[in-house]
DNA sequence: TGCATAATTCAATAATCCTTGTAATATTTG
DNA sequence: CAAATATTACAAGGATTATTGAATTATGCA
């Protein structure tokens, strides 16, 4: 993970209907959805949820599988996990007590625990 | 953590300087560092450091305080847990095992593993 | 007070991204 | 094969954001 690919996946997530996508696609988990369903979600027209699902798939938070004349949509977990950890690589020099665990809290919301 | 603060945030860190201040200040811990070696560090020219500070700022992301002739900038450690809860809330419905707990792997990182 | 240092503000140009509609492609079904 | 559905590709405009240099504010020190 560089620091150009981390801004091209923060800049796919810095737009109100990826991002409404983006956090979509985390819930329904590795299964995804097809791109009328997501366009359907967010509010989307057809011609922008293509446009949008394009950004996050070339920037590697999302993939594409075509299923029958659906194209399913999932998180590329991978990708996600890579700038998540981009973001807090070394924290606090390696005493992360000195930021209060910020990772740690983070973490609990993956169990469902919605804050 | 509204959506809309989530964009401003994202947007904020999508920059290649202010990422590199951002992940300079997440390794420095509470403390943070003046305005001039920030800049120093990440190549930016006095203008554009105060611009992108200001930006961070304004996000939630980062926080000023002066000291003596110096500007001290430090990671709001608060702030940067919304966003990574919010990106990851509720993810696979709550059944983490689905995408190989990503934030659990994720999380390693704040203890200063580099991998 | 006067000078040096730290950092910011302002204004103008340049670059990038979002949005919308129309046309085109791929796939299933009759 | 033809029609219908799902989705993508293309093009043009309008809006937002980045960059630069010069001028400005704030602080510390002799």
């Known amino acids: 993970m560089n620091s150009k690919d981390?801004?091209?996946r923060l800049a796919a997530l810095a737009h109100d209907q990826r991002l409404a996508i983006f956090r979509l696609l985390v819930r329904e988990g590795p299964n995804g959805l097809p791109a009328g369903d997501i366009a359907g979600a967010v509010g989307a027209t057809p011609t922008g949820?293509?446009?949008?699902l394009?950004?996050?798939?070339?920037a590697g938070l999302i993939h594409a599988?075509?299923?029958?004349?659906?194209?399913?949509?999932?998180?590329?977990?991978?990708?996600?996990?890579?700038?998540?950890?981009?973001?807090?690589?070394?924290c606090c020099q390696g005493n992360p007590e000195l930021c209060?665990?910020?990772?740690?809290?983070?973490?609990?919301?993956?169990k469902g625990e919605t804050k």
Do not use: N
Not at 49 to 52: G, L, N, P, R, T
Not at 81 to 87: A, H, I, M, P
Not at 100 to 110: D, P, V, Y
């Open 100 to 110: 209060g665990s910020t990772i740690k809290k983070a973490r609990k919301l993956c």
């Open 65 to 90: 599988t075509r299923v029958g004349r659906y194209i399913r949509y999932a998180v590329h977990f991978e990708g996600m996990r890579q700038l998540l950890s981009f973001l807090t690589e070394d």
């Open 54 to 58: 394009k950004e996050l798939d070339r």
């Open 49 to 52: 949820a293509s446009f949008h």
């Open 6 to 8: 981390a801004v091209t």
